[in-house]
């Protein structure tokens, strides 16, 4: 067991077993962490950004999903999925070839006027060893390793670019399960996008249901736009370039008038 939730009085009890509690407000504005006596205060910091504070925004409305994203041409694409299917390593990817990431894994997006704003996340990129030999320079800073998982977390600077400001979104890519003999790029309907953004969503209490219908109409309004696409490939780190430059071609071709 990963995560144990609780409802209690004035909010809500996140249990990581053997790690830490953490206590969030009804309104996720205020969390207190209640670590156990052997873990570091780096473990409980990474528990927080990576897992809880996502979370806790989706108590304030915010609306969450389960997805890296980086800057192209000054707009923001985002690559979402399951754990697994690559989306920290296709942000690594773009990051160490002269792009800059926003969003290792959980993105959060704001309305604006003509659209949605992707949120620059924490500066830093979780990856296993495999990822990290292939694509981040033996330079690159890293953050001290934590209690609960084997990946090592690369800080951004010069090796791995990272965007402090917003970006409009552009362009949302579900990621395959890496069936396709090359890259692949097809349309996905306003209607299999609400279903894969439902899927992919974060949320701390699913049976709120101002929250559920909140996040409904954000799914709908966003899913107007024709962004939405499903990108498959090859899981192999010499098919990198040819990703990038696929979906680069492509996100700058939905700028066009």
């Known amino acids: 067991m990963w995560l144990r939730f609780y409802r209690r009085k004035g909010g809500y009890l996140l249990r990581f077993p053997n790690l ?14 209640y670590p156990t006596s052997a873990i ?4 409980i910091e990474h528990l927080y950004l990576n897992q809880v504070f996502p979370l806790a925004l989706s108590q304030q409305f915010k609306l969450m999903v389960h997805a890296s994203a980086v800057e192209i041409e000054d707009f923001a694409v985002a ?8 989306k920290s390593t296709l942000a690594a990817s773009f990051a160490t070839s002269g792009y800059r990431f926003l969003s290792d894994d959980g993105l959060q997006l704001e309305r604006h006027e003509r659209g949605y704003l992707v949120e620059p996340a924490h500066p830093s990129i979780r990856l296993w060893d495999d990822s990290f030999e292939a694509l981040i320079p033996e330079t690159t800073k890293t953050s ?8 090592s977390q690369f800080l951004a600077g010069d090796e791995v670019a990272y965007c402090f400001v917003t970006r409009p979104l552009i362009a949302v890519y579900f990621l395959g ?3 396709a003999e090359s890259v692949s790029i097809e349309t996905v309907s306003g209607r299999d996008a609400m279903v894969e953004l439902a899927r992919h969503s974060l949320l701390l209490d699913i049976e709120d249901r101002n929250l559920l ?4 109409d954000q799914f709908k309004e966003l899913t107007k736009s024709p962004m939405f696409f499903r990108l498959d490939y090859p899981r192999q ?5 040819l990703v990038r430059d696929s979906v680069t071609r492509h996100s700058k071709a939905l700028l066009q008038p």
């Open 20 to 33: 830490a509690d953490f206590a969030v407000s009804a309104d996720g504005l205020e969390v207190t962490a």
């Open 40 to 43: 570091s205060a780096h473990t």
């Open 79 to 86: 690559f979402a999925g399951a754990s697994g299917l690559g």
């Open 144 to 151: 001290p390793p934590v209690d609960y998982t084997l990946k």
């Open 177 to 179: 399960e890496g069936a």
């Open 213 to 216: 219908m909140h996040q409904f």
């Open 237 to 241: 780190y010499d098919m990198l370039p």
